[in-house]
């Protein structure tokens, strides 16, 4: 009876339709929209993978950024690292985490002054992208 249900296992496991899945894109600059509460101004920061950027009290650092091909439906996402500077200069970690630039409201930082997210991947003109199904490496 083993034997007969590992086999029909077999039997549907081959039959089951197999979804094709993209290759992530690596890219080597995380962009991001960031709001100034106080004075209502969105700016934009691009910030390089493990590097920092500052915006505010606040400090961004991206350690991944993914895209998939054009060819593909969008997912652009980032591992993120949000610090923000206190009244004595320490840093206190506020964010870790994945954001998504299709869902913004779902894993931006919010916080009383500022807001981040998310909004996409970027590789320099003349840089090609790391992991790109369609151009060999």
């Known amino acids: 009876m083993l034997k007969q249900t590992f086999t029909l296992c077999a039997v549907i496991a081959g ?3 197999l979804h094709a899945q993209a290759d992530k ?3 080597p600059i995380a962009v991001f929209a960031a709001l100034d509460k106080v ?4 700016s934009p920061l691009e910030v390089p993978i493990d590097r920092s950027g500052k915006f505010g009290a606040l400090t961004i650092t991206p ?3 993914y895209t998939r091909p054009s060819t593909e ?3 652009t996402s980032a591992f993120v690292e949000v610090d ?3 009244l004595d200069n320490s840093k206190k970690r506020i964010f870790t985490g994945w954001m998504f630039a299709e869902s913004p409201g779902l894993h931006g930082v919010e916080h009383p002054g500022f807001d981040v997210w998310l909004t996409s991947c970027k590789t320099p003109e003349g840089d090609k992208p790391r992991g790109n199904p369609w151009k060999p490496e």
């Open 39 to 42: 004075t209502a101004q969105i």
């Open 73 to 75: 439906q969008p997912l």
């Open 25 to 27: 894109i690596k890219n």
């Open 63 to 65: 350690r991944v950024c």
């Open 84 to 86: 923000e500077t206190q």
């Open 15 to 17: 039959l089951w339709p």
